[in-house]
């Protein structure tokens, strides 16, 4: 598991190309038979890929964070982005097809992720944050959601919102995670852009086609930087910086929230006049 350390917004200002990439974006998440993961500082959220083979796989964290099984105080979140898979938690199977995702609350011991076909694996995307309460493990199938639709043409933001881990679904402690998929023609997210001081956020883009590029917009209002990012990457956006993003096509993204509260449309929206 890879570290990374939190950064007060006045050291990007003075971070290169390199340093920009190395301090937030995670370029390789997945890979045939291993569990790729990052843990945080901003929140101690930990976010990355499993992607099981030939075997299963689990993830075996303890001594890491001073526990004796890795959700002894966490809660998780799973959605699966490859093909059909399944998760065992404490025996119980829950299977996953494409785009299936899965609350597991605090307390669960043992977790096992497996592919149904060793050649077209599962991907499955899993982010933990600290929990101090036990609420009940929930499988949330992509055909359960009734998705929110944002958007229009003329701005190239027409987009389907699945919120997964969120109230309208079940409950969790401070844990929220949705996909958000862009219709062809819309380059888009979340323009006018926000921050939410209250909370931090992982963004994950996929679903694109290999010469695709997403260009990830974050920073202060008044001091924007960029990433450029491949199919696949994540990127850590502290709760003071922006986060909105444009690219070469339409696109998917997971959107992974903590800090301190639940509520979605908690933000603080930045006039166009104000970006720099």
């Given at each position: ?45 930990i ?13 075996k ?15 998780l ?54 929990a ?23 701005t ?7 919120q ?5 679904n079940c ?10 998929q ?21 963004y994950?883009y ?12 974050m ?10 990012m491949?199919?696949e ?15 070469t096509?339409n ?21 166009m006049?104000?970006?720099?």
């Amino acid at each position: 598991m890879e570290t990374r350390y939190a950064n007060h917004p006045e050291e990007i200002k003075r971070y290169n190309t390199d340093e920009l990439r190395s301090h937030f974006l995670v370029e390789k998440l997945f890979e045939p038979g291993k569990v790729l993961l990052t843990y945080t500082h901003h929140d101690r959220m930990i976010f990355g890929g499993v992607t099981p083979a030939e075997n299963e796989l689990t993830i075996k964290l303890d001594k890491e964070l001073g526990v004796e099984y890795f959700l002894e105080r966490r809660e998780l979140g799973i959605i699966n982005i490859g093909a059909a898979g399944t998760v065992i938690l404490d025996g119980e199977e829950y299977n996953m097809v494409n785009h299936d995702g899965l609350y597991v609350g605090r307390g669960t011991k043992e977790i096992l992720f497996r592919s149904e076909n060793q050649n077209n694996p599962a991907k499955f995307y899993v982010v933990s944050t600290p929990a101090h309460h036990t609420y009940p493990t929930v499988k949330i199938g992509i055909d359960q959601i009734k998705p929110l639709e944002l958007g229009e043409p003329k701005t190239l933001n027409e987009r389907k919102i699945n919120q997964y881990i969120h109230p309208n679904n079940c409950q969790s402690c401070q844990l929220q995670m949705g996909l958000t998929q862009l219709q062809p023609g819309s380059v888009w997210n979340t323009m006018p852009c926000h921050t939410h001081e209250r909370r931090m956020e992982v963004y994950l883009y996929f679903d694109m086609e290999p010469e695709t590029r997403v260009f990830h917009f974050m920073g202060e209002p008044n001091e924007t930087r960029h990433l450029v990012m491949k199919n696949e990457q994540a990127t850590i956006s502290p709760s003071w910086s922006i986060h909105t993003g444009t690219a070469t096509s339409n696109y998917t993204f997971i959107w992974a929230m903590c800090g301190e509260n639940i509520t979605y449309d908690d933000m603080d929206f930045v006039e166009m006049d104000q970006l720099r």
